[in-house]
T-cell receptor
Framework: SQKIEQNSEALNIQEGKTATLTCNYTNYSPAYLQWYRQDPGRGPVFLLLIRENEKEKRKERLKVTFDTTLKQSLFHITASQPADSATYLCALSSFSGNTGKLIFGQGTTLQVKP | EAGVAQSPRYKIIEKRQSVAFWCNPI?????LYWYQQILGQGPKLLIQ????????DSQLPKDRFSAERLKGVDSTLKIQPAKLEDSAVYLCASSLSLRGYSYNEQFFGPGTRLTVL
C-alpha cells in the first residue's frame, strides 16, 4: 500500500542553523508534492509545491528538492528562527483517478532554540 | 480576503450521539475538502467536492458519516452515531482547482476539535 514517512522524532536545532526535514514514500508515483506548515490548534498552511519534473524549488529561506528515483523530498529552512518552530507536513498527489487527491505524511515537529 | 471558516471550534459529545460541523470555503473556490486529523497524524481526506458534486469519498465511513455541499458553497459534515475513535480534529479546506485536480494549494480552516466520551 502507499506509504509516506516523515521523521517521527522532533527535530531540535539552534537558531541560525539550517533545518532539513525528510519525506520518503513507497508504492507511489506522485505527480507533485506539497509542503505545509501547521501550528498547534491551527489548520495547515501551504508553503511550496514541486512537480515531478522539477528537481528543486526555492522561496525565500525555504528550499525543496524532489528525487523521484530515491522517492524522497527534502525540505530545508536556512537561517532558522524560533518562529519557524512548527510541524511540517509533506503531501503527495498523482493525477490518477481524476481527483489528484492529496495524501499527507504524519508530519515532523521542528523546534528552533534561540 | 477572508479565509476558510469552520464552526464550532470545539465539541464534546457522548458516544452514540450525533454531531454536525459547518464549513464556509473561500469565495470562488470550486473544490472543498473535509479531512480528519487524529493526534500525531497527518490529515486524512474524508470527502472531496467539486462544486456541489462528490469527487472522492472513498475513505468516508458511510455507515456513520455524511456530508453535503448545497449550492456549491458551504458544506456540512455529520457523524451519526459517534464512536470513541472519531475523536479528532476535523479540517475543512478549499482550493481553486476548477477541474477537480488538487495541484492547486489548499487553504485550510482552523478545524473543529471533537472529543467523544
Amino acid at each position: 500500500s502507499q506509504k509516506i514517512e516523515q521523521n517521527s522524532e522532533a527535530l531540535n536545532i539552534q537558531e541560525g542553523k539550517t533545518a532539513t526535514l525528510t519525506c520518503n514514500y513507497t508504492n507511489y508515483s506522485p505527480a507533485y508534492l506539497q509542503w505545509y506548515r501547521q501550528d498547534p490548534g491551527r489548520g495547515p498552511v501551504f508553503l511550496l509545491l514541486i512537480r515531478e519534473n522539477e528537481k528543486e524549488k526555492r522561496k525565500e529561506r525555504l528550499k525543496v528538492t524532489f528525487d523521484t528515483t530515491l522517492k524522497q523530498s527534502l525540505f530545508h529552512i536556512t537561517a532558522s528562527q524560533p518562529a519557524d518552530s512548527a510541524t511540517y507536513l509533506c503531501a503527495l498527489s498523482s493525477f490518477s483517478g481524476n481527483t489528484g487527491k492529496l495524501i499527507f505524511g504524519q508530519g515532523t515537529t521542528l523546534q528552533v532554540k534561540p | 480576503e477572508a479565509g476558510v471558516a469552520q464552526s464550532p471550534r470545539y465539541k464534546i459529545i457522548e458516544k452514540r450521539q450525533s454531531v454536525a460541523f459547518w464549513c464556509n470555503p473561500i469565495s470562488g473556490h470550486a473544490t472543498l475538502y473535509w479531512y480528519q486529523q487524529i493526534l500525531g497524524q497527518g490529515p486524512k481526506l474524508l470527502i472531496q467536492f467539486q462544486n456541489n458534486g462528490v469527487v472522492d469519498d472513498s475513505q468516508l465511513p458511510k455507515d456513520r458519516f455524511s456530508a453535503e455541499r448545497l449550492k456549491g458553497v458551504d458544506s456540512t459534515l455529520k457523524i451519526q452515531p459517534a464512536k470513541l475513535e472519531d475523536s479528532a480534529v476535523y479540517l475543512c479546506a478549499s482550493s481553486l482547482s476548477l477541474r477537480g485536480y488538487s495541484y492547486n494549494e489548499q487553504f485550510f480552516g482552523p478545524g473543529t476539535r471533537l472529543t467523544v466520551l
